[in-house]
């Protein structure tokens, strides 16, 4: 866990792994008649040949505090009033107890309690717990969203959205020149501070926590409790369009193409830009052999492709960890024209010239990554390859 101070948004972002699973879209301007049977979409007949019910779910409340939780809340905080205060207490607290470190395990997602109590778990894990404990010292502290950009799967040969949550702490300046609303994030991956944000609600949250067990529950072949999960995450946010992205993914998956095709509708509907929804409906129309409408859909995402950074960004990642560092410069300069006030851009670039032994170029390109932005996270993930590159300077 760390604090990064940014204007207007103080902290950054915690990470959480509810997997969307598409590529890129496009910015469509209308908005398309959604399918009329939504029940329908939810009944889960098609796979299992019957009305698949969340009433055996057991209705968690994820941010519920123990009595542990508690006792901690007034050994930390102890008599302290003031907010900023309590908040550093609470931080300093957390790390004294050894919360903050090693302990992040991707897969599980835990309620608030149980990741006090077993001190591991993934960002979404993290956000519940640090959530629980502020206000229960009396902090607003909220979830908020973080809109990124999709991630490049190289084996798989798509995109990957995942959705990003960190803890929003109202009214606790840092410093005073960045205003009074500070985040906190739980892991080393940063979003950048221009990217779109918003506050969601403890109910939004609890969907997304149903999701992510249904997201697991699928990878572990689990496929009627996955889906149950995915049903009950749905219920509590209907307006949600990654939720019916994923129902489009899991219907796709048992081969049940006209029920993906609705349910990838539903969430354009919800959000005629989406990305994910556009994709998948390009996949599902070429399943069911409309292969005019396919092309269609993929024409979209071609040209929504064309004219976004950080899909060529992605693909120059994916094609430097292959060693292609040829198609790597080509995807990272493609990137950095379109949006060239990136650092994190440069900063693969730099990587990339090393690699191509292009040593003067890739130090202007480390220089201009300082310049432009921060990429501690990728100093990180590459350690190894700027052990042995031209210093940052």
Same mark, same amino acid.
């Given at each position: 866990?760390?604090?990064l101070?940014?204007?207007?948004v103080k ?15 496009t910015?469509?301007?209308?908005? !398309?008649?959604p ?9 889960g007949?098609?796979v ?5 019910? @969340?009433?055996?779910i #057991? ?8 009595d ?8 930390v ?6 907010p ?7 931080l ?6 050894g ?6 395990v991707?897969?599980?997602?835990? @309620? ?8 591991s ?18 902090l607003?502290a ?10 490049w ?7 990957i959205r995942y959705?990003?949550?960190?803890v ?7 410093d ?13 991956v ?26 697991n529950?699928?990878?572990?072949g ?6 149950v999960?995915?049903?009950k995450?749905?219920e ?11 129902l ?10 006209q ?12 959000d005629?830009g989406?990305?994910?929804a556009v ?11 409309n292969?005019e409408e ?7 995402a071609?040209?929504y492709?064309?004219?976004?950074p ?8 994916? #094609? ?6 040829d ?15 990136n650092?994190?851009?440069h900063f693969?670039?730099?990587l990339?010239e ?16 300082a ?16 052990a042995?590159a031209? !210093?940052?300077?």
């Amino acid at each position: 866990m760390r604090v990064l101070r940014e204007p207007h948004v103080k902290v950054t972002a915690a990470f959480l792994a509810v997997v969307v699973l598409s590529a890129c879209a496009t910015g469509i301007t209308h908005r !398309p008649a959604p399918p009329a049977d939504r029940a329908g979409l939810l009944s889960g007949e098609a796979v299992f040949g019957e009305v698949v019910s @969340t009433d055996a779910i #057991e209705s968690l409340d994820i941010l519920a505090v123990s009595d542990s939780m508690s006792a901690f809340v007034d050994t930390v905080v102890a008599e302290s009033r003031m907010p900023n205060i309590k908040f550093r207490r609470l931080l300093k607290g957390l790390a004294d107890y050894g919360y903050f470190g090693h302990t992040y395990v991707a897969d599980i997602t835990r @309620t608030a309690s149980d990741t006090f109590e077993r001190k591991s778990g993934n960002c979404l894990s993290y956000t519940n717990m640090f959530i629980a404990l502020a206000r229960e010292a009396g902090l607003d502290a909220r979830y908020q969203i973080v809109d990124v950009p999709p991630s490049w799967d190289a084996d798989a040969g798509y995109l990957i959205r995942y959705t990003h949550v960190n803890v929003l702490m109202k009214g606790i300046e840092i410093d005073p020149l960045y205003g009074r609303d500070t985040s906190v994030d739980f892991n080393d991956v940063l979003p950048e501070p221009d990217y779109p944000r918003r506050t969601i609600s403890d109910r939004d949250a609890t969907a997304l926590f149903y999701a992510n067990q249904s997201v697991n529950m699928l990878r572990n072949g689990e496929l009627r409790e996955a889906f149950v999960y995915l049903k009950k995450s749905i219920e509590l946010d209907p307006d949600n369009p990654n939720l019916w992205i994923n129902l489009g993914a899991f219907y796709a998956k048992q081969e049940r193409f006209q029920q993906a095709l609705d349910a990838y509708l539903v969430a354009l509907h919800e959000d005629p830009g989406s990305r994910g929804a556009v994709s998948g409906l390009a996949r599902a129309h070429y399943l069911m052999g409309n292969f005019e409408e396919a092309a269609q859909y993929e024409a979209q995402a071609r040209r929504y492709r064309d004219s976004n950074p950080y899909y060529h960004y992605a693909v120059a990642q994916a #094609e430097y960890e292959q060693d292609h560092y040829d198609q790597a410069l080509e995807a990272i300069n493609t990137a950095i024209g379109l949006k060239y006030r990136n650092g994190r851009f440069h900063f693969l670039k730099g990587l990339t010239e090393y690699k191509l032994g292009d040593y003067e170029h890739a130090q202007d390109s480390f220089r201009r990554a300082a310049r432009y932005g921060n990429y501690r996270d990728l100093k990180q993930r590459y350690v190894s390859d700027l052990a042995r590159a031209v !210093p940052l300077g």
